[in-house]
C-alpha cells in the first residue's frame, strides 16, 4: 500500500543515530541542547523538546497554567489530542469553526466564541497551510488569553514572512513519521516568551526544580531539588534528538520536494471534474504537509474505498474533534461546526511525501481519474 504520509532516512540520518548509540548519553544529553538549538533556527523562536506532540501541547497548555474553569478555543478540524489535552487538564473545549478555504480556525468564528473564562486560543496549521495569526492575535489578545499554535503540520512555514514558532504564544510540534521531519516520536514546545518556556522544560521534566535561586528548602545539601508544580517525564532522548538534527539538515529539501509534488497534484488533477483542490493564500509559504483534497458529489467513501483497494493509501484529516464519543459523552453534538462538517464530509488527503516518486504519483492521479470516470 503506496501510504499517504511516510519518512525519509537516509544515510547521514542513519550516521548520526549511531554516533549517538555510541557515545556516553542515551538519554539527556548534549543532542537535545543542539537539537533545540537547531530547532530555533527554523521556528524563529527557542523551543523544548518533548517525548511527543501530544505530549507538546499538554505541556503548552500546562505551561499556560491551562486548569478546571477555562475554556479553551480551538478548532475541530484537528487531531483529537489538540482538544483532549486541554480537556484531561480539567478545561473545558470551546470548538469554533474552520475557514472554508484552508480548514483553519476562522477568527470570526473564535471572537464569537470567546468568553470571559477564556485562557487560551489554539490554532492549527492545517495541512501545513498557516492560520490567520495577525488577526487570531487580536482575538486572544482582547480575550486576555494566551494564543496557541498546534503547528505539527507545519514546522518550516512561514505566516507573511515570519516563520511558524514565532507567531503564537506558544508553539508545538510533532516528529511522527508522518509529519515533515522526523524522530521517531517526538515533539517540541516553542517559545519567544522566556518564563513560559521555562515553565514547559520544568513540566517536561517532572516539575524538578533544580535553580539554587529557586529553591525553597537551599541548605537541604548539593543532591537536593524539588517539585513545585507536578510535572511528567516528557523527555526527548538524546539518540532521537540526534536523528532530529540530522532531519533538520534535509529540511529545506524535503519542502522542495512538497512543493513540487504539491504543484504537480495541483496542474495534473487541475481539469478533473468532482474535485476541489486545497487553497492557498497569498501570504502563506506552507510546508505542504497534506494534499487534501475535497470530493464532490457525495462520493468520498467511494472514493477512500477504491484507491485502497487498488493500493493507494489515501486518508481521511479529520474527524471533527468533538465527533470522538469522548466529547459526545460530554455533550457536545454533530453540527456544532458546519464548516467543519462539510469539510470533513469530502475531504481526502491523498499520497505527499518527500521521497514520493512521479510515478507513483502519476498512479495516484491516473487511480482517482479512473475513479472519479473523467
Ligand atoms: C500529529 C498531530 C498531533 C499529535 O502528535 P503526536 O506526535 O502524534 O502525538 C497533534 N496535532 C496535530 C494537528 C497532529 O497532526
Redesign the pocket.
Known amino acids: 500500500m503506496l501510504p499517504y504520509g511516510r519518512q525519509s532516512v537516509d544515510g547521514s540520518d542513519v550516521a548520526a543515530v549511531v554516533e549517538a548509540l555510541r557515545s556516553d548519553w542515551l538519554t539527556t544529553g548534549p543532542r537535545v541542547t543542539r537539537f533545540e538549538r537547531d530547532l530555533q533556527a527554523v521556528a524563529g523562536a527557542p523551543c523544548v523538546t518533548v517525548s ?3 505530549a507538546a ?1 499538554h505541556t503548552a497548555y500546562a505551561a499556560a497554567g491551562i486548569g478546571p474553569g477555562d475554556e479553551v478555543v480551538t478548532t475541530p478540524m ?2 483529537v ?2 482538544a483532549a489535552t486541554a480537556a484531561m487538564l480539567g478545561a473545558t473545549v470551546v470548538f469554533a469553526d474552520v475557514e472554508d478555504d484552508t480548514a483553519n480556525l476562522d477568527p470570526a468564528a473564535a471572537e464569537a466564541a470567546v468568553t470571559s473564562r477564556t485562557r487560551a486560543v489554539t490554532a ?1 496549521d492545517y495541512a501545513g497551510h498557516p492560520a490567520e495569526y495577525d488577526q487570531l492575535r487580536k482575538v486572544a489578545d482582547s480575550a486576555g488569553a494566551v494564543l496557541i499554535a ?1 503547528a ?2 507545519a514546522v518550516g512555514s512561514a505566516y507573511r514572512g515570519r516563520p511558524v514558532g514565532a507567531l503564537a504564544d506558544l508553539t508545538t510540534f ?1 516528529f ?1 513519521p508522518t ?1 515533515n521531519l522526523t524522530t521517531g ?1 517526538g ?1 517540541a514546545v516553542a517559545s519567544t516568551d522566556p518564563a513560559l518556556l521555562e515553565r514547559a522544560r520544568t513540566f517536561r521534566t517532572v516539575g524538578l526544580v533544580r535553580d539554587p535561586a529557586r529553591l525553597r528548602h537551599p541548605d537541604e545539601g548539593g543532591w537536593h531539588q524539588e517539585v513545585h508544580e507536578f510535572g511528567l517525564n516528557y523527555r526527548l532522548p538524546d539518540v532521537l534528538c540526534a536523528l532530529g538534527s540530522a532531519q533538520l539538515r534535509r529540511l529545506a529539501d524535503f519542502k522542495a520536494s512538497r512543493a513540487r509534488l504539491a504543484a504537480r497534484y495541483d496542474e495534473l488533477l487541475a481539469d478533473v471534474p468532482g474535485l476541489r483542490l486545497p487553497a492557498r493564500r497569498a501570504w502563506a509559504d506552507p510546508m505542504r504537509h497534506l494534499y487534501p483534497v475535497r470530493v464532490l458529489g457525495g462520493r468520498r467513501r467511494e472514493v477512500y474505498e477504491r484507491m485502497r483497494a487498488a493500493g493507494i493509501g489515501v486518508q481521511v484529516n479529520y474527524l471533527p474533534a468533538y465527533r470522538h464519543p469522548v466529547f459526545e459523552d460530554l455533550g457536545y453534538r454533530r453540527g456544532l461546526c458546519p464548516v467543519a462538517e462539510a469539510f470533513y464530509a469530502e475531504q481526502l488527503s491523498l499520497p505527499l511525501f518527500a521521497d514520493l516518486t512521479d510515478t507513483d504519483q502519476d498512479r495516484v492521479v491516473d487511480t482517482l481519474r479512473t475513479v472519479l470516470g473523467s
Open positions: 511527543n506532540g501530544t501541547l484537528t487531531f489530542t489538540t492549527v498546534d505539527a503540520h510533532s511522527f509529519k516520536e515533539g
